[in-house]
């Protein structure tokens, strides 16, 4: 996945700054503190973990400079490890459903279970089946949240949300937008049509055709984070497919109005993990960072993003987030949306360039 005010939560992204946030999104960054470092830690990471509030707590600690360079999709991120030399880099936060296929190619170490604090987590975002190989632990949870529908409940009826099939009724034609990113939308219209997300194949994804076209006939744009995050808070739509925690909590204070609900046909659970390269020559350093991150005040800090929003996989987070940022988050409520979410399709290669292709179909039209 990937996606914001210093304001009455600490940390969050101005609507007047959005624009700026896009030309910026995909440039690297490098969190620069103003004392001297002895060692440096080079990372591969989403926009969440460049927040300086995020990281200098860390540096300060260690006596470090990490140096961060952010990216979008499990591919780019792929292809940046394959252009780079042995050694470049750390540190890989990742999809937690992409876990087994940078396993598989051998680019990621062990971790030291027992020094992780997953006792302490959700028990639905321990994911083992994700993070482990043969009782060996290749990476840790650290983020999650829901792809679902946000809204502009100034601007719809917050019930007409709770419903899925609503959104292709015709009351709301050319209000809609779509995220850009095929597998949370395509496993979103999957729940719609009443399969499950872990049984996406490629008969199952054929029959997604029809409602993602009519979807996107519906729909007025088809946009990344940045600019899904503008148009709902300027009221260019009213309505984001896709959307969620992430995208509204940031921008809670500047805008009440702006919510997320998960239908009664289900929504998709996100999850970020974060591990160490297996060639990284700075392997102690580089696990004491992740175990930063998993620790409560990383989560805290990392749940508060001044990118996007999410709940931290450490429950033990909720005793450093403010009462105000529980609220925002939805603490209370994540037992029942856990219920009633499945995770991301999971496709093997040939099934994702099917999906793939379909998404390109589709923007096409």
Not at 235 to 257: F, K, R
Not at 320 to 342: A, N, Y
Request: proline share 5%; aromatic share 8%; net charge negative.
């Amino acid at each position: 996945m990937t996606a914001a005010p210093v304001s009455a939560f600490r940390k969050s992204i101005s609507l007047s700054l959005l624009a700026a946030t896009a030309l910026t999104a995909a440039a690297p960054a490098t969190i620069a503190p103003a004392f001297a470092q002895s060692q440096e830690l080079n990372a591969l990471v989403w926009c969440d973990h460049t927040d300086p509030e995020l990281v200098q707590p860390f540096e300060e600690e260690h006596d470090v400079r990490v140096n961060l360079r952010e990216y979008e999709g499990t591919a780019a991120g792929l292809a940046i490890l394959e252009q780079s030399q042995p050694g470049d880099w750390d540190v890989l936060v990742i999809d937690a459903v992409d876990v087994g296929r940078a396993v598989d190619l051998g680019i990621m170490a062990a971790l030291p279970a027992d020094e992780l604090p997953t006792g302490d987590f959700f028990p639905e975002l321990v994911m083992e089946d994700l993070n482990t190989r043969e009782g060996t632990t290749y990476a840790v949870t650290e983020k999650f949240g829901y792809n679902t529908v946000a809204y502009n409940k100034a601007a719809v009826d917050p019930a007409d949300m709770t419903n899925f099939e609503t959104l292709f009724s015709g009351k709301y034609d050319g209000r809609i937008a779509i995220y850009d990113y095929y597998l949370p939308v395509l496993g979103m219209l999957s729940l719609s049509e009443g399969i499950d997300t872990g049984d996406l194949d490629a008969e199952a994804l054929e029959t997604l055709r029809e409602p993602l076209f009519d979807l996107r006939a519906r729909s007025s744009q088809v946009s990344e984070v940045v600019a899904s995050q503008t148009a709902l808070a300027t009221g260019e739509v009213d309505i984001l497919v896709g959307g969620g925690e992430w995208l509204t909590a940031v921008l809670a204070s500047e805008n009440a109005d702006l919510d997320w609900t998960i239908p009664e046909q289900g929504g998709v659970l996100w999850a970020q993990s974060i591990g160490v390269l297996e060639s990284s020559e700075n392997k102690d350093l580089a696990t004491e960072f992740v175990k930063y991150i998993v620790s409560p005040e990383g989560q805290a800090r990392l749940a508060t993003s001044s990118c996007y929003w999410g709940m931290p996989a450490n429950a033990a987070a909720g005793d450093v987030l403010t009462d105000e940022e529980k609220t925002v988050l939805r603490w209370d409520d994540q037992p029942d949306f856990l219920t009633r979410v499945q995770r991301y399709p999971v496709p093997d290669a040939e099934l994702d360039t099917a999906m793939q292709d379909l998404w390109t179909d589709m923007l096409q039209q």
